[in-house]
């Protein structure tokens, strides 16, 4: 059934780049949203290097246990053919321990110097969960393709975003801005679907 309520949501993330866009894309839901800010002793989580899949349902069901409200996380990445499919999980942490999104760019742009046009295609994944204080989950996901850049242009957005052009653009991520962004994104995608599954259980 679906009431006109307002439901308290937490967002597991420390990523304020992520949390902005969580709140952009599902703005039409009647969602009071709450962050770390919002609490005290927030726990530190320490993420796997085995799948996005195990990083999102952990990171969701640490704080929904001690939060004990409804919660939702996400694990994303950027995929690159040339690499190998890395930085993949590895990507917030891809220049080693504490870097910076400009070092993980860096990073990536050094190691594809030699790489042409046609070969820098690559993908942004994002697996997102929702998990209820009953120990009920939702899981979703979403990708968006597109190609890695020779340098870095746009301001907009967060971590690869200014080497990402995604596919049937010729602007970045960074350059597109965050309205053009949030139709098309990983993250956008898995949300959308993960919402679609959850309002009967929830609204
Ligand atoms: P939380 O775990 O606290 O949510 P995090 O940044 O550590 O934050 P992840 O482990 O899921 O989150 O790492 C995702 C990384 O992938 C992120 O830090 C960026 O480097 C990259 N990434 C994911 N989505 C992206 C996007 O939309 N645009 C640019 N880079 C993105």
């Known amino acids: 059934m679906c009431t006109n309520k307002q439901i308290e949501i937490v967002i597991a993330s420390k990523n304020r780049g992520k949390i ?11 969602i009071r949203w709450l962050t770390y800010l919002d609490f005290k002793d927030w726990p530190k989580i320490e993420e796997s290097v085995n799948s996005y899949e195990e990083n999102a349902l952990k990171k969701a069901k640490t704080i929904a246990n001690f939060t004990k409200k409804p919660t939702l996380a996400e694990d994303s990445g950027l995929e690159i053919d040339y690499l190998r499919g890395e930085p993949g999980i590895k990507s917030a942490r891809y220049a080693g321990e504490g870097s910076t999104d400009l070092e993980n760019v860096q990073k990536v742009l050094n190691l594809m110097k030699d790489c042409p046009f046609i070969e820098r295609t690559a993908r942004f994944r994002c697996v997102a969960v929702l998990y209820l204080p009953n120990d009920k989950f939702f899981m979703s996901q979403g990708k968006c393709e597109g190609k890695i850049d020779f340098s870095p242009n746009g301001e907009s957005g967060f971590g ?19 309205e053009e962004k949030n139709k098309i994104s990983h993250r956008a995608k898995a949300l959308k679907k993960l919402f679609r599954i959850v309002s009967i259980d929830i609204f």
């Open 20 to 30: 902005k866009e969580i709140k952009s894309i599902l703005s039409n839901k009647n």
């Open 160 to 178: 690869y975003d200014p080497i990402f052009v995604p596919e049937g653009h010729s602007y970045t991520m960074a350059q597109i801005g965050i």
